[in-house]
């Protein structure tokens, strides 16, 4: 993504199984060692926002990446990330570290609310398709197609260290659409 002047795009990264579930207890109900190749691959350089259980299960600032970590405890706190109270915070810290970085994007990592505030703000979707139904108690919001294009697809067999056959997909914002959802300037 090449930065332009001031404008940060802001990136949703989620992997997402047929039925629509991202998580389950605060984990990942599966297991693709290619995708967090992916995550790593895709968020390094840039500032990261999620929400405080989804920092939780991670258990640690990330490397090499700005940690943003949205949550209303105002008592929350942990080494090597900074903390929001709420997302507008977050997504404002976020786009100063962007621009301080020139790295042009936010990527946004979850959870299932966090993902849900910030789908009218995102300008790209990078999904990890996971071909298959899992029980779960976090969702991703549905992807509209009026809202969004596909623009790339990828699918994968899986791996040595991957459970189940999965494909990375990039969804745009429609052109049509792009004043509903500004980028963050």
Do not use: C
């Amino acid at each position: 993504m090449i930065a332009r002047k001031n404008i940060v795009e802001v990136i949703l990264l989620a992997a997402i199984a047929e039925n629509g579930v991202i998580g389950r207890a605060n984990t990942l109900p599966w297991r693709l060692r290619s995708d967090m190749q992916h995550f790593r691959a895709s968020t390094m350089g840039k500032p990261v926002v999620m929400g405080r259980k989804t920092y939780q299960s991670i258990g640690k600032p990330l490397k090499g990446r700005t940690t943003i970590v949205v949550s209303r405890d105002p008592a929350f706190a942990a080494p090597g990330i900074l903390v929001a109270p709420n997302l507008a915070a977050a997504l404002e810290a976020a786009r100063g570290d962007a621009l301080r970085r020139n790295s042009g994007a936010i990527v946004v990592a979850g959870g299932g609310d966090i993902y849900a505030q910030a789908m009218p703000m995102a300008t790209q979707l990078s999904i990890t398709e996971v071909h298959k139904r899992v029980a779960g108690d976090a969702q991703f919001p549905a992807i509209d197609p009026k809202l969004w294009r596909e623009t790339a697809r990828s699918g994968h067999q899986p791996g040595a260290d991957d459970e189940v056959s999965f494909a990375f997909v990039t969804y745009e914002r429609a052109a049509n659409t792009a004043a509903a959802a500004p980028s963050v300037t």
